[in-house]
């Protein structure tokens, strides 16, 4: 089996066997994204434990890939502190913005790596942030401000 195959095993293994999904008993914020080209949505909870680290809920319909997405987001950030959340976050958009070149790191991404041939097709590169994005907004709903070398967001 080749890589591409491989990874497209992955994609659609996390489809159809999403991992962390439903609600969270109590959310601190959740962000509502739309992928208004492919018809995706997604939504993202977040909230964090007594010790800071992050708790990730998600719901969502749309395309295998954004789908997969948010399950490995979920599965990649649930029960992290949100500064090695948001390493692996930038890691992904970092995968995404390759155009497929890059060649990802499987210690940071885990089965995110899966996505490095969507990031041959900018139609859908898209599809696989939007879970990404909206955990991002999520976070900054809820207050928790992370800071990654050289970058800094509130
Ligand atoms: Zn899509």
Redesign the pocket.
């Known amino acids: 089996m080749n890589v591409e195959s491989m990874y497209q095993e992955i994609i659609l293994d996390h489809y159809k066997n999403p991992r962390g999904k439903g609600r969270l008993d109590s959310a601190a914020a959740e962000s509502h994204q739309v ?1 208004p ?4 949505e997604v939504t993202v909870q977040v909230a964090t434990d007594d010790s800071g680290r992050l708790r990730v809920g998600y719901e969502g319909q ?5 789908q997969a997405s948010a399950s490995v987001m979920a599965e990649m950030v649930e029960g992290l502190d949100p500064k090695a959340a948001e390493e692996i976050r930038a890691a992904f958009l970092e995968l995404m913005h390759s155009r497929g070149d890059a060649e990802p790191d499987e210690d940071i991404l885990g089965d995110g790596v899966a996505f490095a041939g969507v990031a041959k097709y900018p139609a ?1 590169i ?3 942030l ?1 879970p990404w994005m909206a955990l991002q907004d999520a976070e900054v709903k809820a207050g928790i401000t992370v800071t990654v070398e050289g970058e800094t967001r509130s």
Do not use: E, F, M, P
């Open positions: 992928n080209t492919c018809g995706d749309g395309c295998s890939i954004s859908r898209k599809c696989a939007l």
